[in-house]
C-alpha cells in the first residue's frame, strides 16, 4: 500500500502561482510512476503531468509550459509547479501513484487539494 496526501493548493488570481506537493508513505519502493490528475465540476478527471521512475515526464497540453513536475530522490515527494494559472485550471487537484507489488500492478490516489483560480 501507499499513502498520499495532497497540499499546497488554495485561491491565487489568475497569473499567479502555486506549487502542490504530495507526500508518500508506504510501499514508495514500488513506484513505478507518479502524477498529478485534476478534476474540474461536471468533467472527467485528466492527466495534468506524469514522471516515470526512468525520469521520463509527460505534460496534457493544457500545463506544457505553465506547469513542471518533479519529485525528490526519495520518492517520497512530489511537486507541481504552477505558473500563469488562469481561472481553467480551476480544480481538484490529485496525486496518483502507479506501483508494483510482488508482480502486481496497483494504483493508489490521493484525497486532493482544491485549487481555485479567480479573473
Known amino acids: 500500500q501507499v499513502q498520499l496526501v495532497e497540499s499546497g493548493g488554495g485561491l491565487v488570481q489568475a497569473g499567479g502561482s502555486l506549487r502542490l506537493s504530495c507526500a508518500a508513505s508506504?510501499?514508495?519502493?514500488?513506484?513505478?510512476?507518479m502524477g498529478w490528475y485534476r478534476q474540474a465540476p461536471g468533467k472527467q478527471r485528466e492527466l495534468v503531468a506524469q514522471?516515470?521512475?526512468?525520469?521520463?515526464?509527460n505534460y496534457a497540453d493544457s500545463g506544457k509550459g505553465r506547469f513542471t513536475i518533479s519529485r525528490d530522490d526519495a520518492w517520497k515527494t512530489m511537486y507541481l509547479q504552477m505558473n500563469s494559472l488562469q481561472p481553467e485550471d480551476t480544480a481538484v487537484y490529485y496525486c496518483?501513484?502507479?506501483?508494483?507489488?510482488?508482480?502486481?500492478?496497483?494504483?493508489?490516489w490521493g484525497r486532493g487539494t482544491q485549487v481555485t483560480v479567480s479573473s
Open positions: 508506504g510501499a514508495i519502493f514500488s513506484i513505478t510512476s
Open positions: 496518483k501513484v502507479d506501483s508494483r507489488i510482488q508482480s502486481t500492478p496497483q494504483t493508489f
Open positions: 514522471i516515470t521512475r526512468g525520469g521520463f515526464t
